[in-house]
């Protein structure tokens, strides 16, 4: 009858693994990180400022300073309303 002796594990094999297992969770807070950067990329793709630039005239052509302007976004029905500056 043929016993068998146990095995020690190897340093060396138990070192590696754990080298592995710390390179895998590397690349998984990696790839986390690089994920959440473009979340917020494109998060910032939707962007609330917008500019409007013109002239309010009369109907002679003449400048009307302080004019109110009310701005709607046909999309959404959303108005705004300003004066001018000058």
Do not use: Y
């Not at 594990?9 to 959440?36: E, H, K, V, W």
């Amino acid at each position: 009858m043929q016993t068998s002796a146990k095995k020690e594990p190897n340093p060396c094999q138990t070192q590696r693994s754990i080298s592995d297992n710390i390179a895998a969770m590397g690349l998984g807070i990696t790839r986390l990180f690089a994920l959440c950067l473009l979340a917020a990329l494109c998060a910032f793709g939707q962007g609330t400022t917008s500019r409007l630039l013109g002239t309010v005239t009369d109907p002679s052509g003449a400048a009307v300073p302080a004019a109110t302007v009310q701005l709607t976004n046909e999309a959404t029905g959303a108005t705004f309303t300003t004066s001018t500056t000058q």
